[in-house]
């Protein structure tokens, strides 16, 4: 956890639940900053290395799963020109790539398949 960690949530309003967690929070703030003060205590941001089990894949494996993950045929696509059920399947094969991407730690790549996903208009 960071020192000064926080939260930004968005909602139109604020909800009971939203209102009890919020309220929770406060309350369990105020008891720790309590105890630290009776002991002493300064709240400091932990160091530490990034853990080997973290890094799943060496890079040699990241862009060998890359490069089979590339399906030219879908980058120059223009769904407009698809019908409804083309552009369904289009949909899934997207779908399935971003989650490949996202299972290989391609976070940028997965990014950028929800976004063109979410920019199809599929009726």
Do not use: C, W
């Not at 009776?38 to 890079?59: A, G, M, N, Y």
């Amino acid at each position: 956890r960071h020192v000064n960690g926080q939260v930004i949530m968005y909602a139109d309003h604020v909800t009971r639940s939203m209102k009890q967690a919020i309220d929770e929070v406060n309350r369990r703030r105020v008891a720790q900053i309590r105890y630290n003060e009776d002991h002493d205590i300064t709240p400091q941001t932990i160091q530490k290395p990034i853990r080997e089990k973290l890094v799943k894949f060496s890079q040699e494996e990241l862009d060998e799963r890359k490069e089979r993950r590339k399906h030219p045929i879908t980058k120059d696509v223009n769904p407009d020109s698809l019908t409804p059920k083309e552009k369904k399947k289009l949909m899934l094969l997207l779908r399935t790539q971003m989650r490949e991407a996202a299972k290989d730690l391609d976070f940028e790549e997965a990014a950028r398949l929800r976004d063109r996903i979410n920019s199809m208009n599929v009726g």
